[in-house]
């Protein structure tokens, strides 16, 4: 294993760049916004530009560098092509074999971001020792990194581990962003939960919740939540774990992971949100799954570039 | 890859042995009795004798055979260990490493039933050509083996594929055997199908399910079905239909496989069964996941027998 790795995570707006020791450190991180012009034609070049300057600064041969591994929002097939990735601009592109090219040769290897968050947490955070895990990202959406045997699960349609789409509620009259009604996303993300909050407060009168200044938040929720005494923020954290908990359930008889690692913007809400989310599934769970452990993520938004550079470990 | 190898496929009653070209024909199949006295101590020991008068008879060199699958009804780890196995009277039994002792080095790989027959169905059945797929098996109930990248997915307590168990109905107040209520099995086995059957003829006059003597069976719901008719068992079916074809659809954003296959029992039903779940799949599926295919399962009770001999292919 040669000493040094670059995990690259391309977002819709910087990309994050980190250069690590393939032992697993994180030696430096730094950002370059993703430029979309023309179908984002310049991503690539603008990235390679940027690792080859980082290699001079910091004096690294490309001998020295195991490869590169990429993250970026959109399914991403086996072989390293990108069908469609919307965010991006990118149509049919082979970003695995363009970038290599435009490195000098050097090995890349690319997967999606949320694929990736998962398999970083899964070798350097909240899953670390474990082989078999499922990640859940609670954020704007319900993004979820399925691992198995060690090896990320992209799903035949680059759909595998889209758990923000099964759905939990065959009665909802509101549409998902999907189209479809009741999917897990539409009360587990940090929008749902806020969706939750207001028809909770439709139906109250004293909550300290109301005296938040504007839009009720995910956040605002759980801040409240955790102060112990407000009935409403209270009952509206029992609706959202229970929901969560037993869509995980669901998960465990298909998967039987070794554990469960909550993360995204939401999951800053810790143990209380875990302890939940976890007494919720601890009731519905078959029985044979009881041993699974449920753990908060650990790397924030740098999960991404470590699972990017343990891609290109395998 | 050597000429031969041999697919076990023990039960709790007898064992189906196959001996099979490495190509994918089986070239004889026969039985022989499980004897599960004295904590199932003979088993092994009569499937090496089984297996060494085969070869005997058939002028077959032990340098000719690339090795022994063996399928089991309870989890099996990846080091070929049994931790617990009720219906054959095992415990901490390291079933690999026995039956290669007893057959003089012979290379043997073991794994669960539900998961070789699934293995088996994508090497020389209804999953043929495919390397991410589910098989579901309905029959006393329901059983689902996973296989992603060409690769069974046990779970890490064995549980993987168990979804049967995913809760399918939170308001069930009948018990289902694992303890647990609204199980994906009380509704789509064989059992849950009759039961449903039940159900809807407590409230109809009118039926020619009526006239079925004794008691009422899936395969006679479906049997009435296809005859084209009779509201009533078309009812039964709609409603089997729709809770299975939503598990399935709730399943494919999990793991986004090319193609869900239908086999056991409840399966010979055929084509009017696989299009009434598809119906309902398309009707909830993630539009990502629109390009999958379901097909029959093509092997019958053979399935496990042809996994059993894949397992060692790989």
Redesign the interface.
């Known amino acids: 294993m040669k000493k040094y790795g670059f995990g690259v995570d391309i977002g819709g707006t910087t990309c994050k760049l980190g250069l690590f020791e393939t032992t697993g450190t994180l030696l430096e991180k730094w950002e370059i916004p993703t430029d979309t012009s023309n179908e984002g034609e310049n991503i690539l070049s603008d990235i390679a530009k940027s690792l080859n300057e980082k290699m001079e600064e910091q004096i690294i041969q490309k001998d020295d560098v195991e490869g590169i591994g990429i993250g970026l929002p959109g399914?991403v097939r086996r072989d390293g092509v990108v069908p469609v990735c919307v965010n991006l601009g990118w149509k049919n592109k082979h970003v695995a074999k363009e970038l290599e090219e435009l490195m000098g040769g050097m090995r890349v290897k690319a997967a999606n971001d949320a694929n990736v968050a998962a398999l970083g947490e899964m070798w350097q955070g909240g899953g670390r020792g474990c082989k078999?895990m499922v990640m859940v990202t609670l954020g704007t959406g319900v993004g979820?990194g399925?691992i198995?045997?060690g090896?990320i699960?992209?799903?035949?349609?680059?759909?595998?581990?889209?758990?923000?789409?099964?759905?939990v509620n065959?009665h909802e009259t509101i549409p998902c962003n999907?189209?479809?009604k009741g999917c897990l996303e539409q009360y587990a993300s940090a929008t749902g939960i806020a969706r939750l909050a207001r028809e909770h407060l439709a139906k109250e009168h004293e909550s300290s919740l109301l005296e938040e200044i504007g839009e009720i938040s995910a956040k605002a929720v759980f801040d409240v939540y955790k102060d112990g005494d407000d009935e409403t923020a209270a009952a509206i954290v029992e609706e959202f774990a229970e929901i969560l908990g037993?869509a995980l359930?669901?998960?465990?008889?298909?998967?039987?992971?070794?554990v469960f690692v909550i993360g995204g913007g939401v999951s800053k809400a810790g143990k209380p949100l875990l302890d939940a989310v976890e007494k919720y599934y601890r009731k519905?769970a078959?029985?044979?799954?009881d041993?699974?452990r449920f753990a908060l993520a650990a790397l924030g938004n740098d999960a991404g570039m470590y699972g990017c550079v343990k891609l290109i470990l395998e």
């Open positions: 399914p078999n979820c399925i198995i045997d090896e699960v992209p799903g035949s349609n680059g759909a595998g581990g889209e758990i923000g789409h099964m759905t065959r999907c189209g479809r037993n359930s669901n998960l465990a008889c298909v998967l039987d992971p070794e519905a078959f029985s044979s799954c041993s699974i």
